[in-house]
């Protein structure tokens, strides 16, 4: 008899798709779902069994993560009704205990509290673990996880069929969603941020008449360069914004961020304009593009010569 617990994985986009593919590379009995249903077919192609709704895969799987959007995504799934994932989990009765539900989402942490809330009332575990890191350290198992949580649901939730197959780093930041969910925010401060910040500078290279990679080259070698830079600098450079980690989510965490700021007393004027500019990327039709996208929200900005100020004065 094996005590292999059987995992599931709920939404399959662009993190969650690798994220659940290493599991099985990992040897898991997985079962997947996701709500778009063409998804799931790379995962089927693995040998994951497909459900047709997240009750059917808590039903039956003892460890659920799930890789969603946004709250909304993230309250659908989980408590959304008699096919949501705790509807599932208390079908499971007395077997109820033995169900841990992980969600990986990047959420604030009263949607984390309410999904754990309502998890523990149908008798399972919840743990917050959102991630840091891209579909590319998902994919070779070096994702960041800053769990929240009980120990009970931390240590069902790792283990090689787990958070160790996903990742290579994780921490249990306090015993509820509220310090991953925050921690993970702090984190797309600085992301969002950034990357708004090296955009606003390669518009100005461009517009001041400067060579982009000579600037990026330059940009690497000082005590300014960093991965991230140099990546995204490149896309900005060649215009290639083909979804990695996508403008809309990019600015859904500057937004919860901001509220959280907002709750917290604490001024946040260069968020604040860096959410700005993700707004109008994605009012350019840019959101589900990378968030190096955020480089063409400047170009509606440039001015020409007739409309510059200087020309008219
Ligand atoms: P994605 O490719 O856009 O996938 C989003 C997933 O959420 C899809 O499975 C989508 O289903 C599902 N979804 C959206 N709305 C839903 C709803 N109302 N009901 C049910 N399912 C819904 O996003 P991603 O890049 O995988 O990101 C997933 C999460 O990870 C986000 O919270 C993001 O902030 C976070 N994250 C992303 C990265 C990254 O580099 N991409 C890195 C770290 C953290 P459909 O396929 O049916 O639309």
């Known amino acids: 008899m094996s005590s292999q617990p059987r995992v599931g994985f709920l939404g399959l986009g662009i993190m969650g798709a690798q994220m659940a593919s ?5 040897g898991a009995n997985i079962t997947v779902y ?3 249903v063409a998804k799931t077919e790379p995962l089927r192609a693995l040998g994951a069994a497909v459900a047709r709704t997240p009750a059917e895969v808590t039903s039956t799987c003892d460890v659920v993560f799930a890789m969603l959007a946004d709250p909304r995504a993230a309250e659908a799934v989980a408590v959304g009704g008699p096919d949501s994932a705790v509807a599932g989990i208390a079908s499971r ?14 959420v604030d942490e009263r949607t984390g509290v309410r999904v754990g809330d309502a998890v523990e009332r149908s008798g399972g575990r919840f743990l917050a673990a959102p991630v840091s890191g891209g579909w590319r350290d998902a994919a070779s198992g070096k994702l960041l996880f800053l769990c929240g949580g009980s120990r009970a649901a931390f240590d069902a939730a790792c283990g090689p069929l787990g958070l160790d197959a996903m990742g290579h780093r994780r921490w249990l930041l306090g015993p509820g969603p509220a310090e991953a969910a925050r921690a993970k925010l702090m984190l797309q401060i600085m992301m969002g941020n950034v990357v708004g910040s090296l955009a606003e500078m390669m518009a100005m290279t461009r517009a001041s008449g400067l060579d982009e990679g000579s600037v990026l080259d330059i940009l690497g070698e000082s005590a300014m360069g960093n991965h991230l830079c140099a990546a995204k600098g490149k896309l900005m450079q060649r215009g290639d914004y083909a979804p990695n980690f996508q403008v809309y989510l990019q600015q859904k965490d500057l937004r919860l961020a901001l509220q959280l700021a907002d709750e917290l007393g604490v001024p946040m004027p260069i968020s604040a304009a860096a959410n700005g500019q993700y707004i109008r990327a994605r009012q350019m039709g840019l959101g589900d593009k990378d968030f190096a996208a955020v480089r063409a929200a400047y170009d509606a900005e440039v001015l020409s010569d007739k409309e510059s100020p200087e020309v008219d004065a």
């Open 93 to 106: 009765g007395s077997n109820a205990s033995a169900s841990t539900y992980v969600d990986c989402s990047t």
């Open 34 to 36: 996701n709500r778009s």
């Open 22 to 26: 290493r599991l099985v590379g990992a």
